[in-house]
């Protein structure tokens, strides 16, 4: 695992810079420490001046002025007050961009899950993974090299497959969830907080390597964002409370990955709820009056409903999408789940990784049904078989066997998508470039949704541009729908 800070001064080039000049070698380092305290000084004054601002006289140049005139100690000081306080928001104010080298896809999936870090992921679809390596959560001789042997054999088969003709965007369900990824990840300084804490004294510290990512995390921000330091040292350790308590009172029973996604629960009448709102923000009608106003409308035209939606989301923000929800349960194998929770707009939650979800539940893509079937299947009631024999032999925790699930095991997950997330995600993904899986499932979204009374004007808007615009985003790779649908 490695992680630089390099959303910043590239030190490196100023170092090159620097051998033509005159200096001598440690006088070229004291200028580069010296630059980088610098950089460091300047984020706290910022920080600070954000905390300074809402409670001092004076502009906004004034107060930059005054945390410019303290010392680095005295900012970080003042800034881990405020934000103790619990106005974290001055923190938004530092960014960072880290790359993240060799953590496993366990750790990307956790990470991801933070809605306001940005990330960017190598394409498990376009890029060969046989070479990747991959993370080893043993101390222990025995246990280490008996996994690393098992491991590289997935490995093998995964590159076996990729030879019988298996494309690389199927070939990586064979994958165990512990091969290496790498990401550029983008973050404020309060979600790096919180990151951290997440990672280090909340229930997936438990996990070796999630624990070493928080640490790693943890001396990025003590040199480069100190002012978050002191509200990090301040958090204990805190048990999986929710969990323990519904351990206590419920029975755990096997479950049952579903066969499609299932809508759970939506706003009543959609069309109305987002086409009021567009009246009420125009003209600021009370409901009663924006709604008499919008009947009236659709009376006296019968195209107002479709014609107002479209303009809404082809032409808005879409912020009048927003007033409507929709939660779904929807089953997706690990190999795709980023792609759904990569949208940053809606509330996923991912069932816990820890216990083991149920291996023997794993999806097979269509083209490995129809060619590989039976080496397929081997690999994953081989898995289960090695899951169970380090489990018995070596008397580990859950935690210590995440790795054995694999890319293609499947898990339930929940999300909570207002109206605005469900057009832009359906657009994406119903497109046929987006991965197949994926593209199943958003289908199926589609469905539940054509299911519903007062939506008709919303349906005209979901679905892949060809469907709903007559137009191709995709260039030279446009698979050629749009024409057909236009002639």
């Given at each position: 695992m490695e992680i630089k800070l390099v959303g910043a001064l590239d030190y490196k080039k100023v170092r090159k810079l620097l051998e033509n000049t005159s200096l001598k070698e440690e006088e070229r380092e004291k200028l580069i420490e010296d630059l980088e305290e610098v950089e460091v000084a300047r984020r706290s004054e910022i920080?600070?001046?954000?905390?300074?601002?809402?409670?001092?006289?004076?502009?906004?140049?004034?107060?930059?002025?005054?945390?410019?005139d303290k010392t680095l100690a005295q900012n970080v000081k003042y800034a881990s007050m405020v934000s103790g306080l619990g106005h974290n928001s001055i923190t938004d104010h530092d960014y960072l961009v880290l790359a993240i080298k060799d953590v496993s896809v366990l750790i990307e999936q956790i990470i991801i899950e933070e809605r306001f870090a940005s990330f960017t992921i190598k394409s498990r679809r376009e890029v060969d993974f046989s070479n990747v390596g991959f993370y080893n959560p043993f101390d222990e001789k025995e246990q280490k090299t008996s996994y690393d042997d098992y491991t590289k054999s997935l490995f093998d088969q995964y590159h076996k497959l990729i030879e019988k003709g298996i494309k690389l965007e199927d070939a990586r369900y064979v994958l165990p969830y512990n091969f290496h990824s790498n990401i550029l990840m983008?973050?404020?300084a309060h979600t790096l907080k919180d990151m951290i804490i997440k990672c280090s004294k909340r229930k997936n510290a438990k996990i070796k390597e999630v624990r070493e990512f928080?640490?790693?995390?943890?001396?990025?921000?003590?040199?480069?964002?100190?002012?978050?330091i002191e509200e990090i040292d301040k958090e204990e350790y805190r048990e999986d409370e929710v969990g323990n308590y519904l351990e206590d009172v419920i029975e755990k029973e096997p479950y049952q990955i579903l066969e499609k996604p299932k809508l759970l629960s939506h706003t009543e009448n959609v069309d109305d709820t987002i086409l009021v709102s567009a009246i009420m923000r125009r003209y600021q009608y009370p409901f009663?009056?924006?709604?008499?106003?919008?009947?009236?409308?659709?009376?006296?035209?019968?195209?107002?409903?479709e014609k107002l939606m479209k303009k809404i989301a082809f032409e808005g923000d879409k912020l009048e999408l927003s007033q409507a929800s929709f939660q779904f349960q929807i089953?997706?194998?690990?190999?795709?789940?980023?792609?759904?929770?990569?949208?940053?707009?809606?509330?996923?939650m991912v069932p816990d990784f820890y216990p083991n979800p149920d291996l023997t539940q794993y999806k097979t893509p269509p083209k490995i049904r129809d060619k590989e079937k039976a080496l397929y299947d081997s690999i994953f009631e081989k898995n289960q078989e090695m899951y169970q024999a380090f489990k018995k032999k070596y008397q580990l925790e859950e935690e210590d066997l995440v790795y054995f699930t694999l890319a293609g095991n499947m898990t339930n997950a929940i999300t909570n998508m207002d109206g605005a997330s469900v057009e832009h995600i359906l657009r994406l993904r119903e497109c046929n470039k987006a991965q197949w899986e994926i593209r199943e499932a958003v289908t199926n979204i589609h469905k539940e949704i054509e299911k519903l009374d007062n939506t008709e004007a919303f349906r005209s808007i979901l679905g892949s541009t060809c469907v709903t615009r007559g137009i191709c985003n995709e260039g030279k790779e446009c698979c050629g729908k749009v024409y057909t649908l236009k002639k």
């Open positions: 920080v600070s001046s954000a905390g300074r601002l809402s409670r001092f006289a004076g502009n906004v140049f004034e107060i930059l002025g005054i945390s410019e983008g973050i404020d928080g640490d790693a995390l943890y001396k990025i921000a003590k040199k480069h964002c100190p002012y978050i009663e009056k924006a709604y008499k106003v919008y009947q009236e409308a659709c009376k006296s035209n019968p195209n107002f409903k089953p997706l194998s690990y190999a795709v789940l980023t792609h759904l929770t990569r949208h940053r707009t809606h509330h996923i």
